[in-house]
């Protein structure tokens, strides 16, 4: 696919760097880390080396701030040599963000310059047992008592949850409020009565720590609230707007990793006497994926140009975007498995890993069936 004429210097940069970290140095161990369901420290060392935490952070807190397009387009070269690794580098943004759009200038002091160089980690927390979709139905408490506030409850399914320096997670200050109840903090793992739980044991994206966090009369001072008792709904929901185009990219760079492989193993398998690509019905599936892969990254340009030239509330696009995505690249991955038959179904070829991190894409950050509500919500105006 010819480059995009629309990007600036400073993004086609990036994007090369990326590209060339992930090619080089992150696809050869990606399997590794799949297999041995690892953490993969020595990929992060790097991508901190090369200075790409802090491309989403403002100048003024140690960040390049190249902006939503060009996290998209890191995110997507990422997710191309190993979709855990984009997770994992995805997830300070999307735990960071909030401090961004709600933290006052000590909470931005505090974290964004030590995100940026990248000496921690974010996380973002909102997910419980009973609040998967219904987010606002979560029911961990936050109870003030003088100086600081008291959490109690349970968290699920928090990526990086274990190796994040701050998380800034949600918890209600009165359930009978529902969604204006909920209020935003920022947990360090030093807190008093924090600690991480039970790691997930996943179908894909192995490589990235998806873990509960208790909350067990853990004590948050009061500096740490991020934003108004009440306002942590729609922090929550402002975040995703801005990183539901992150996860299309790192879709988009799944998708497009399973069908570079697709297009190569077809000239290079032969049935018949002849490569597998000679066959119509072959060309057929790989002119589709084509097609899905580049209106996914197009989706996801498009709305992350939007962010970048300021325009706020872009719900439809970035829903859009993260369903279109999402969905092409499962598609296209379980075709690339299809195309390569057999031995796409063995773990000697990587498409197998690919078609179990695409599926959740469909599922994390907002399911492709909530993306659908929040899309007929916004083309109805309900
Ligand atoms: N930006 C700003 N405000 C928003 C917003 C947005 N994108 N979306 C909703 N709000 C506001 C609403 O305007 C409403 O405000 P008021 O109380 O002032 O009227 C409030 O938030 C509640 O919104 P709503 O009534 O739409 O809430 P619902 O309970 O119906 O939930 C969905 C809305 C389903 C869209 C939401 O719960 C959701 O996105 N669920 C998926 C959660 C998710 O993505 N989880 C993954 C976690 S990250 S891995």
Known sequence: MRDPFYLTDDQRMIRDLARKISRDRLAPTAAHHDET????????RLLREQG???????????GTDLGALAVCLVAEEISWADAAMATNWGATPLGGYPILLAGNDEQKRRY???????????????????????????????????????LNGTKLWCSNGSNAGVITLF??????????????????PGFKGFSVGKKEKKMGIRASPTVALHLEDCEVPVENRLGEEGEGFKIAMRTLDYTRPMTGATAVGVAQAALDAAIAYAQERRQFDQPIAAFQGVQFMLADMAMHVHGARLMVHHVASLVDRGVTGAVLEA???????????????????????????TREFPVERFMRDAKIMQIYEGTNQIQRVIIARELLGA
């Open 37 to 44: 369901e690892s953490y993969p420290e020595e990929s992060m």
């Open 52 to 62: 790409l935490m802090g491309i989403w952070v403002p100048e003024e807190y140690g």
């Open 112 to 150: 964004l310059p030590r995100l940026a160089s990248g000496e921690i980690l974010a996380a973002y927390s909102l997910s419980e047992p009973g609040a998967g979709s219904d987010a606002a139905g979560l029911q961990t408490t936050a109870r003030r008592q003088g100086d600081r506030y008291v």
């Open 171 to 188: 918890a209600t200050v009165d359930r009978s409020k529902k969604a204006r109840g909920i209020t935003a903090f920022l947990i360090e």
């Open 319 to 345: 829903s859009m975007a993260k369903c279109f995505a999402g969905d092409a690249a499962m598609k296209v991955a379980t075709d690339a498995v299809q195309v390569f038959g057999g031995v796409g179904y």
